[in-house]
C-alpha cells in the first residue's frame, strides 16, 4: 500500500530522513516526541508536500501521480485540519455524499448517532472531542483500502477513546485487504491496534518492530550505578541515568533476568521505547 524508501524533506533546522514499507492488511504505528517527523511523513504520503530525494509511492504510484479514482480509496483523518466550524454535520455529510462515490449515508449517520453527534448543531460548538470523532467517521464511510490518521483518539476520554478503536477494528475486520498508518501518542492504542511500530526521533527512524515481539521480548532493566558498570550491554539499545541509577531499555529481557536476578526487569511497552530511545543515550 505504502513504500517509502530514502525520504528526505529538509527544512531550516530539521530533516526527514525515512523508510518505510506497509503492505495490504497491516495496521502500522507511527511513534514518536512532537516534532519528530510523524506529520510530515503522513503529508509526504498524501503529497501535500513536496520532498527533496527518495520516492514515496502509495498503491504502486507515485504519491503525487494518484488518479482521482485511486484518491477515492484513501480515508484520511489528520490531527491539523478540520471541517468547517460553520458546518453540521448533516452538512458535512451531504459534501462526503457528493465527493465520494462509494459514500455509505446509513453508516456515517449510525455511527454519529453512536458517538452522539448532534446532526444540526454547528462544529464551533463541539468539544475537541467530538470534533475528533467526526474527522475518523469521515474518513471510515466510504469504504477506503487505505486509512491514514493522526492523532485519531486526541483530545478523547477514555470512554471515547476505545469507541473510536473499537470502530476502527470493526472496520478492518469487515475486510481483511485494507491497510492503517496510524501515529498517536498514547501507547495502549497502539499497543492494543497495530502489528508493527516505527519509532522516529529528529526525524530519523530509530527502530522498526513487530508489536508483539516489543512486548514480549523488550524489556527495562533498573540497575544502580555499581550493577550498571558491570552489566554486559551487547542487547541494550539505550540507556538513561535517572535518580536511582539507570534505565535500560533491551531487545532480550530473558537474557537478563536469567544471567542477573538480582536485577528488577520489567516489560518494555511503547512508554518505555519512546522515553528512553529518544531521551536516553544510544548504545
Known amino acids: 500500500m505504502i513504500q517509502i524508501n530514502g525520504l528526505k524533506k529538509k527544512y531550516k533546522d530539521f530533516t526527514l530522513d525515512l523508510t518505510l514499507d506497509l503492505p495490504k492488511g497491516r495496521v502500522s504505528g507511527l511513534v514518536g516526541k512532537n516534532g519528530a517527523g510523524k506529520s510530515t511523513t503522513l503529508k509526504a504520503i498524501l503529497g501535500l508536500i513536496q ?3 527518495g520516492s514515496v509511492k502509495v498503491f504502486g504510484k507515485d504519491a503525487f501521480n494518484l488518479t482521482s479514482e485511486e484518491k ?7 490531527s491539523d485540519s478540520s471541517f468547517s466550524g460553520y458546518l453540521t454535520v448533516d452538512a458535512v455529510k451531504n459534501i462526503l455524499k457528493n465527493m465520494y ?4 449515508e446509513d453508516k456515517f449517520l449510525n455511527l454519529s448517532e453512536k458517538m452522539k453527534l448532534p446532526l444540526n448543531k454547528q462544529i464551533k460548538e463541539f468539544s475537541t472531542g467530538m470534533k475528533a470523532k467526526l474527522k475518523v467517521i469521515a474518513a471510515l464511510c466510504h469504504k477506503a483500502k487505505l486509512l491514514i490518521m493522526d492523532e485519531p483518539t486526541s483530545g478523547l476520554d477514555v470512554e471515547a477513546r476505545n469507541e473510536v478503536l473499537d470502530i476502527l477494528r470493526e472496520y478492518l475486520a ?4 485494507v491497510s492503517l498508518l496510524i501515529s498517536s501518542h498514547i501507547s495502549s492504542d497502539l499497543e492494543g491496534l497495530c502489528d508493527d511500530i516505527y519509532l522516529i526521533d529528529e526525524g530519523r527512524l530509530l527502530l522498526h518492530e513487530q508489536t508483539d515481539e516489543l512486548l ?5 532493566i533498573k540497575a544502580d550505578d555499581e550493577s550498571f558498570e558491570k552489566l554486559e550491554k551487547d542487547h541494550i539499545l539505550a540507556y ?11 531487545d532480550e529481557k530473558e537474557y537478563y533476568r536469567e544471567n542477573y536476578p538480582d536485577l528488577i526487569i520489567e516489560n518494555g511497552n511503547i512508554d ?4 528512553i530511545m529518544t531521551g536516553g543515550k544510544k548504545k
Request: aromatic share 14%; hydrophobic share 30%.
Open 51 to 53: 520532498t527533496d530525494e
Open 72 to 78: 477515492q480509496q484513501l480515508g484520511v483523518a489528520l
Open 101 to 104: 462515490h462509494s459514500f455509505d
Open 174 to 177: 469487515q475486510d481483511d485487504e
Open 216 to 220: 514480549d521480548k523488550y524489556g527495562v
Open 240 to 250: 538513561k541515568k535517572e535518580k536511582f541509577g539507570y534505565s535500560l531499555f533491551t
Open 272 to 275: 518505555d521505547l519512546i522515553l
